[in-house]
């Protein structure tokens, strides 16, 4: 069982940054590929970014590409999102999530789609102001 916790969201203007933690429990977290999803008011929620268990290959959506990183630190069990230059329409609620089973490596459409992580957590608000 793996238990995620979201943090660092809030309130930017238009060109600003933040960067999104994703905290899990469990010894072998390292050995899970892991997603950042988001969900924009009244809207699905979307695929943003993933990377697999041994971080040897990153995804992006499209929009966010150059802008956003995600990274992963084994040591402290978090998977991080660095967004850049952040436009308005990329408020929305943002989830981090992992896939199972671990050390698998999976192809690159599956990360795009939420039905194919097992763990969630429970989001974390950005809002981009204009």
């Known amino acids: 069982q793996v238990q995620l916790v979201e943090s660092g969201g809030g309130l930017v203007q238009t060109g600003g940054s933040l960067r999104l933690s994703c905290a899990a429990s469990?010894?072998?977290?390292?050995?899970?590929?892991m997603g950042w999803f988001r969900q924009p008011p009244g809207k699905e929620r979307e695929f943003v970014a993933a990377?697999?268990?041994?971080?040897?290959?990153?995804y992006y959506t499209d929009s966010v590409k150059g802008r956003f990183t995600i990274s992963r630190d084994r040591a402290l069990n978090t998977v991080f999102l660095q967004m850049n230059s952040l436009r308005p329409e990329d408020t929305a609620v943002y989830f981090c999530?992992?896939?199972?089973?671990?050390?698998?490596?999976?192809?690159?459409?599956?990360?795009?789609?939420?039905?194919?992580?097992?763990?969630w957590g429970q989001g974390t608000q950005v809002t981009v102001s204009s």
């Open positions: 999530a992992a896939r199972a089973p671990p050390n698998r490596y999976f192809s690159r459409s599956s990360y795009y789609s939420p039905t194919e992580y097992a763990y």
């Open positions: 990377i697999d268990w041994t971080a040897s290959s990153t």
């Open positions: 469990g010894r072998t977290f390292g050995q899970y590929a």
